[in-house]
């Protein structure tokens, strides 16, 4: 795998998020299905390393660029030190979250000519996938390889079914919602980024299966009862779109 590899510079919106989806699916990858692999390599005992994501849906773990200033903004440093001093899955999702700042850093790097609607478009549209952090923690469904993520849907139509109970009889919101409180605390809101409380009324795209406060979508428990398949104003805008 050279470095030359992330030379290419896309310029518009659709060639921006390309390199990203492609960059994110290397990176991906490293933290899944190749984690073995990619946890040998990021021997404590060597230099401080980096992992990239390429364009062709490769991933490395070197030394940063030489070049001052770099080429592209640089991946966190020293990924590796941390290693050994944390749980292994602690390890992998403090990768991931310093790799989707690295993605999201790129992009815009590569953005920066953008005017501000296209800046907006880009956005949005890196939004509608999980974040790496997301698929690592298993938070999200990975919509790369869904059917590597069945127990992922089932736990998050546990959580549907307890809304439904919510939205039919407020009575057993206590009953329904002790079990599932501490597995969907970490849940967060697709528009606010809010955690999920029981106290809140939640509701769950059928789409892209991202979670919402009610009031983040102008959705009452009532105005729910009556809506058969639920789309959050993302996917409601995507499919008015085709």
């Known amino acids: 795998m ?7 510079n896309p310029r518009t919106v659709e060639e921006i998020f390309k390199d990203y989806s492609a960059r994110r699916a290397g990176i991906v990858r490293a933290l899944t299905y190749d984690v073995d692999e990619f946890y040998a390599l990021c021997d404590p005992e060597k230099e401080n390393l980096c992992l990239y994501g390429h364009p062709n849906e490769s991933w490395e773990v070197t030394l940063p660029a030489e070049e001052v200033p770099p080429e592209l903004p640089e991946p966190a440093l020293g990924i590796n030190f941390a290693r050994d001093g944390m749980n292994r899955k602690d390890w992998l999702s403090l990768v991931a979250v310093h790799s989707d700042s690295w993605l999201l850093s790129v992009s815009f790097y590569f953005g920066a000519r953008l005017n501000r609607n296209e800046r907006k478009r880009l ?5 509608d ?3 790496v952090f997301e698929v690592v923690a298993d938070r999200k469904p990975m919509k790369d390889k869904p059917s590597a993520d069945s127990g992922s849907k089932s736990r998050l139509s546990t959580k549907r ?5 919510v939205k ?3 009575k057993l919101a206590d009953d329904s919602f002790g079990e599932d409180e501490d597995e969907h605390s970490e849940t967060l809101c697709g528009s606010c980024g809010g955690n999920y409380n029981a106290d809140e009324f939640w509701i769950g795209c059928d789409i892209c299966e991202r979670w919402f406060h009610g009031k983040c979508v102008k959705i009452t428990p009532a105005k729910a009862e009556s809506i058969k398949q639920y789309k959050c104003p993302s ?4 499919r008015g779109r085709q």
């Open 123 to 127: 956005f949005s549209m890196i939004n």
């Open 129 to 131: 996938l999980p974040t």
């Open 161 to 165: 079914s307890s809304d439904g109970q």
């Open 235 to 238: 996917c409601s805008l995507k």
């Open 168 to 170: 039919n009889n407020s």
């Open 2 to 8: 050279e470095m030359a590899s992330i030379t290419s």
